[in-house]
């Protein structure tokens, strides 16, 4: 296939052009276009060969979309309006605003592009914006496909499930045989991740008599969805996607005395052995609960025995049992490392960790979408 000129909206720090090199398709990112001058610093730093424009996307005119002549747009719209905390707004959102007008201007472009793949999170899905989205390409002739995918279906301990929408201007289906994911039909009721072929397996009496399922703020349910993922061997493991020790200043990542004193039994907590961590968000090491799991870096300790009796012991006794853990955030670098981001990636030094762990927050994992672009383009 010839060279495809490819235009990256919402680029962020870049997510969707290192998945297109990823997949292996040749393709050249005529533009990328982002307001967010934190990412765009980022995006420079890594692509500095690349247009990147720094503008709202209504900002720019038709005319200047024709110029760019792209035979595919890459775009992970702002997430908010279809989630829980952004209030489901939907449409109504103003920050749907650029996503309506891309689907107004498409129909005017010279020429339309071959291929469409738009990221976004669970709840687009059933959304209006969606609906939007799916008549507007049925009018323009594209087909579609909609799924929902999750890092471990390619092997990467963490849970970030995402609806996935691609479209291509054919009478052909979009290539399903041989995929190397394991995917949801985008319309599916489900908050989890994909069903594992492994069977729960169930507590043993020794573990329920010894109360294994309550050192956390933890279900039956709960301790079983882990174990089964963590015997998910198509998944690696998390110490595949570390830092070297010997890289890594662990005091500067330690998880605070006062978190762990106050938040100690609603960590998500992982060894280096796990095949499976929580989706990391642009809160992580900010706020504690959904926004990412924390590495458990003394194996000597196990994490039952510490949290058996927190709640019999004095304050003091409990941070030094807590301690024992050496209970840390993934660095920037592990966190990147799991969204399959490539060695090659990197952030420009001002740029501090609070800031890194947001952007990266808002990207996407690479892998994913690097498989489903090899899976819409290759048939």
């Not at 420079?44 to 005319?63: A, C, Q, V, Y």
């Not at 323009?140 to 849970?159: A, L």
């Not at 309550?214 to 493991?237: A, F, P």
């Amino acid at each position: 296939m010839e060279t495809l000129r490819v235009l990256e909206l919402y680029s962020g720090i870049g997510g969707m052009h290192y998945a297109l090199k990823k997949s292996g398709i040749s393709g050249q990112v005529v533009a990328a276009i982002d307001i967010n001058t934190t990412a765009n610093q980022i995006y420079r730093h890594n692509f500095p060969d690349t247009p990147l424009w720094n503008k709202t996307i209504e900002g720019i005119s038709l005319d200047e979309f024709n110029e760019l002549r792209f035979d595919m747009i890459l775009m992970s719209p702002p997430c908010q309006p279809f989630t829980r905390l952004g209030l489901q707004r939907d449409i109504a959102d103003p920050r749907t605003k650029s996503f309506l007008y891309i689907l107004n201007l498409l129909p005017r472009l010279s020429q339309l592009p071959r291929f469409i793949l738009l990221e976004n999170v669970k709840g687009f899905e059933s959304s209006s914006a969606r609906q939007c989205l799916v008549e507007k390409l049925l009018k323009c002739g594209y087909t579609f496909q909609e799924v929902m995918v999750s890092p471990t279906s390619v092997g990467i301990p963490n849970s970030r499930l995402r609806y996935f929408f691609m479209a291509k201007i054919s009478t052909e289906a979009i290539c399903s045989k041989d995929s190397q994911l394991s995917l949801l039909p985008a319309e599916t009721e489900s908050s989890q991740e994909p069903t594992l072929s492994i069977p729960l397996q169930p507590l043993t009496k020794e573990e329920e008599m010894e109360g294994h399922v309550h050192y956390k703020l933890e279900t039956t349910n709960d301790v079983l969805r882990k174990r089964t993922q963590n015997s998910d061997l198509s998944v690696r493991q998390i110490q595949d996607f570390l830092e070297p020790e010997e890289n890594v200043d662990i005091d500067r990542y330690l998880v605070p005395s006062k978190i762990l004193l106050r938040y100690a039994l609603i960590l998500d907590i992982v060894k280096p052995i796990c095949r499976r961590s929580i989706c990391f968000t642009k809160g992580y090491g900010r706020y504690v609960e959904g926004t990412g799991s924390v590495l458990q870096s003394c194996l000597e300790t196990e994490t039952e025995s510490v949290f058996k009796y927190l709640d019999q012991v004095s304050q003091e006794e409990k941070l030094q049992h807590l301690l024992r853990l050496k209970l840390r955030y993934f660095t920037p670098r592990e966190v990147a490392n799991i969204m399959g981001f490539p060695q090659s990636f990197s952030f420009p030094e001002q740029i501090p960790n609070k800031q890194r762990y947001r952007v990266l927050g808002n990207s996407l994992n690479v892998a994913v979408v690097a498989t489903l672009l090899h899976q819409l383009i290759k048939c």
